[in-house]
């Protein structure tokens, strides 16, 4: 269910590198959460960094939409970026099996597995 890769770059470069990636594949970066600072700031004694990057691709989000409003709630795709161990990671859950836990429809799953392509990809350039 998940797609993690490790990476020898540094937290900061694997967070500029995923956003190139993004835009490079044709989503684009609605939001970053910076999950570490925030807890930090929440006087949270949390070690590691954590970035949340809320992606999207304005077509697909509206062909799932489209067959399902409902899916908002799965929207938009997120792709992390966080330490762990000392070690930087990258990776998301994949959308063609989330989808495909809250919907059986065959257009949906053709999105998924294009999204899900997409965004491994970007993941991977990343690394």
Do not use: W
């Amino acid at each position: 269910m998940y797609y993690i890769v490790e990476t020898d770059k540094s937290f900061g470069q694997a967070s500029a590198d995923l956003e190139s990636a993004v835009k490079h594949n044709g989503f684009g970066v609605l939001h970053v959460h910076d999950l570490g600072v925030t807890l930090r700031s929440k006087g949270i004694d949390f070690g590691n960094e954590c970035k949340i990057f809320e992606v999207c691709n304005p077509g697909q989000a509206a062909k799932v939409l489209s067959t399902d409003m409902r899916l908002n709630m799965a929207l938009p795709c997120r792709i992390s970026v966080f330490t762990e161990q000392g070690k930087t990671k990258i990776g998301l859950i994949k959308p063609m099996q989330m989808l495909s836990a809250l919907s059986q429809d065959a257009a949906l799953i053709d999105v998924a597995r294009e999204v899900e392509k997409l965004t491994i990809q970007m993941v991977d350039e990343a690394r």
